[in-house]
């Protein structure tokens, strides 16, 4: 049979497959965060009211950076946007994503890895770039290096610049067991599952710490058997599920704050590898995990998927902006001034080529602390953009 | 915008203003879908100007209910023959690339084939299709009879670019399977 013979035997469909098609109306989905927990969060949404303690007029006690703040009862929505930026205005990590190893494509998610992960050089590269305003590709010369633990048949360093990036084997080609990733991935050095979330069904039950991990990679590592179960509804029938939900963050895999999660009724379901994987472990092994988790783990607080901060952009200095947040205090008296460095052009960007300026309400995301001693200089800062206030209410941003 | 109805009625009316209606409700739609298998735009145009035309012809006597999946029909025919006709290799349409991810599901070169008829074909995918989740099987005929890019579909039914190529996959290798339990090749 050729293509062509598919081809018009797809044209014999009865219209009511197509039909179907044009009048599909798409699901409204619970988010991620919701069904999984707060490991993956929403990445353009702050919500500014609840992240502490809602207080009875109409005030919250809101966390930036570790700052107990006393904003009114108003949370703001960043207008984060999938801006396209041009070439020059792209971070070397941003420009060169594409790499073609022993003829199989590589990608970057544009996370860096520290050099002490990487060891034996794989082989010279021509890592690509595509300028989306010129319509044009860029090329340079790299190396790959394999990364300590994985099989560079899956995942590569590559340099760029001064630092090593994670490039992933991008076809979808799932191991038939959990043996498979133990072997592709020795996950047990490259992925600590010390930090976890309890659920029961979409209920939070509070965030542990564990110290460490061992004792879930014992159990882990002799479920090499457990099948890889491809069903795309599994986590949409899985609201009375029970489980823990680890945080995934691994600088080897290339992965920050994806899910790892054991569900009591014997299954391993986790996004690190980009998609979900789902693995059946059984309901014993599920249960020395949950039962050691939970007896060994320490209470935590939650940790957002980044830190942010919202203001009025009262300044734009020489090398750096400030961010004051009197609009958002209870009481205005008590507006603090953050001071964000444009060091980085992630940040330099958004003014330069943004169009963002003085007077415009800013959300910064943040992923270090806020230093109050260098004047409340906000640290690590990586994206900023503009935001909009909101009074009360509630609304759930898609 | 004017019902469907409406626009039938100048159809059989003869009206012209039928054509203008019938563009401005579904021409969009129409030269999205022409151009995915053709990959260029002003054939693309010629290719539904021509199933207007059709669709001119053929109504009154047809009554067709409803009328965007008729017109669709009729451009994904017209745009094929013009596909086929002004060497397909070269387009590079996304109709192409959707080819080419079916050509592994359904060629074995390693038997002899018997000649199945389209029809014959259709009734098995149809088969198929009714195994398949509304949201797969969505997928699906938004791929191979839209010829839509992975892209468009993830905006279609709310998921990502990433999760439509996956599901795509494993759709394809379901149908390989079903194709050869059937001995569709043989």
């Known amino acids: ?398 | 915008m004017i019902e469907d109805g409406k626009i039938i009625e100048l159809f059989f009316r003869r009206s012209e203003q039928a054509i203008r209606e019938l563009d401005e409700k579904y021409g969009k739609v129409c030269r999205k879908l022409s151009n995915n298998i053709v990959n260029d735009r002003q054939d693309a145009e010629e290719c539904v100007n021509d199933a207007y035309l059709g669709a001119w012809n053929a109504i009154p006597p047809a009554e067709p209910s409803p009328l965007l999946t008729y017109i669709c029909k009729i451009v994904r025919n017209i745009s094929l023959k013009i596909y086929w006709r002004k060497e397909a290799a070269k387009r590079s349409s996304t109709y192409t690339i959707a080819m080419e991810e079916i050509e592994a599901c359904i060629a074995d070169p390693n038997t002899v084939e018997t000649e199945i008829e389209a029809r014959e074909l259709a009734l098995i995918i149809e088969s198929f299709l009714d195994k398949l989740t509304a949201e797969n099987r969505v997928i699906f005929v938004r791929r191979y009879w839209f010829s839509d890019s992975c892209k468009d579909i993830a905006e279609f039914v709310g998921l990502t670019e990433k999760n439509i190529s996956v599901r795509l996959t494993r759709i394809r290798q379901k149908l390989k399977d079903y194709l050869a339990e059937r001995e569709v090749f043989v």
Request: aromatic content about 14%; overall charge negative; proline content about 3%.
């Open chain 1, 1 to 398: 049979m050729t293509p062509k013979k598919f081809s018009e035997a797809m044209s014999e469909l009865d219209s009511k497959y197509v039909n179907e098609a044009i009048n599909y109306k798409k699901k409204v989905r619970k988010p991620v965060w919701v069904k999984w927990g707060a490991a993956v969060a929403c990445l353009s949404v702050i919500f500014i009211v609840g992240m502490f303690a809602l207080r009875p007029n109409d005030s919250s006690l809101v966390s930036i950076g570790g700052i107990v703040r006393d904003y009114k009862d108003v949370h703001v929505v960043g207008s984060e946007s999938a801006i396209v930026w041009p070439w020059e205005y792209k971070t070397i990590a941003e420009q060169y994503t594409t790499i073609n190893l022993n003829g199989k494509e590589y990608y970057s998610g544009g996370r860096s890895v520290d050099a002490s992960f990487v060891s034996e050089f794989v082989g010279t590269v021509d890592v690509m770039g595509y300028d989306d305003y010129t319509d044009q590709y860029h090329k340079i010369t790299s190396e790959a290096y394999r990364i300590d633990g994985i099989s560079e048949d899956h995942i590569v360093a590559v340099k760029l610049g001064e630092e090593f990036y994670t490039f992933k084997y991008n076809k979808y080609a799932p191991p038939a067991n959990w043996g498979e990733v133990l072997d592709n991935y020795t996950p047990e050095q490259t992925l600590p599952l010390t930090q976890f979330a309890e659920y029961d069904g979409y209920e939070e039950k509070g965030y542990f710490r564990l110290n460490n991990d061992m004792y879930i990679w014992d159990v882990l590592n002799a479920c090499r058997d457990a099948e890889f179960v491809e069903d795309d509804s599994w986590s949409e029938s899985n609201s009375n599920r029970d489980y823990l939900s680890f945080t995934a963050t691994s600088d080897a895999l290339g992965i920050y704050k994806a899910v790892f999660n054991v569900t009591k009724d014997g299954y391993i379901w986790t996004n690190i590898f980009d998609y979900a994987y789902i693995f059946r472990i059984g309901r014993e092994a599920a249960d020395q995990i949950i039962s050691y988790a939970v007896e060994n783990g320490t209470e935590s607080e939650a940790e957002p998927y980044n830190f942010s901060l919202a203001g009025t952009l009262t300044e734009i200095a020489d090398g750096y902006i400030l961010v004051d947040d009197t609009i958002l205090c209870s009481n205005e008296k008590d507006g603090m001034t953050f001071k964000v460095y444009l060091n980085d052009l992630r940040i330099s960007r958004c003014i330069d080529f943004g169009g963002i300026g003085v007077g415009d309400i800013v959300v910064v995301y943040f992923t270090g602390n806020i230093d109050i001693d260098a004047g409340n200089v906000v640290e690590g800062a990586f994206s900023l953009s503009k935001g909009t206030i909101y009074d009360g209410g509630v609304s759930v941003p898609e």
